[in-house]
């Protein structure tokens, strides 16, 4: 992306998103998606993405959760958040995007999500500097729908994440 264009990206995020990106990002940009983004045919076919890499993810000192404060419809869906938690792991998938890829999956996500810039743990065990999404303020935890979580169960075992995180996702209880 031709850096004069990026001031106008982060104007376009901001106005409907409600978030305000960093005057820089890296380009390409490494994005941590520990939710629905993990399933390989969701974030392939129906955002459109088209990453440069991909590795599994390891993001410490918090834990997955699924909060009615965030998604498209916040207080009636659970979607997939990440809780502050000393001493536990949510486990996800590592995507190297272009900024242009990443301006268009920013502008998608819910709005009460906030950027949470971090470093990630590849399987290699390197840090790798990347982004995610969070849910800033408490917001009540919930229950995922069937048809949500069955996303992250299928992502979890295409991903070949490790069979304790998949039976933890296999035991979330659903509202339907």
């Keep these: ?52 890499e991909t590795r599994i993810g390891r993001l410490t000192n918090h834990r997955l959760c699924f909060t009615i404060g965030g998604g498209m419809r916040p207080g009636r869906s659970a979607p997939a958040n990440i809780a502050d ?9 590592l995507y190297l995007l272009t900024l242009r890829k990443f301006v268009r999956l920013d502008a998608s996500e819910g709005r009460n999500y906030a950027y949470l810039w971090t470093g990630i743990e590849d399987a290699a065990g390197n840090i790798v500097p990347a982004v995610t999404f969070k849910v800033p303020a408490a917001a009540p935890e919930g229950r995922p729908s069937l048809a949500y979580l ?17 039976a933890f996702l296999d035991g979330v209880e659903t509202r339907e």
């Design 1 to 52: 992306m031709n850096s004069a264009l990026w001031p106008v990206c982060r104007l376009w995020v901001r106005i409907r998103r409600g978030r305000v990106p960093p005057p820089r990002v890296a380009d390409p940009v490494w994005y941590f998606a520990y939710g629905s983004n993990m399933n390989e045919r969701l974030f392939r076919r129906r955002r459109h993405m088209d990453p440069i």
């Design 85 to 93: 938690d000393p001493g536990g792991t949510v486990l996800g998938v």
């Design 150 to 166: 069955n996303l992250l169960r299928e992502a979890a075992r295409q991903r070949g994440l490790p069979e304790d995180y998949v």
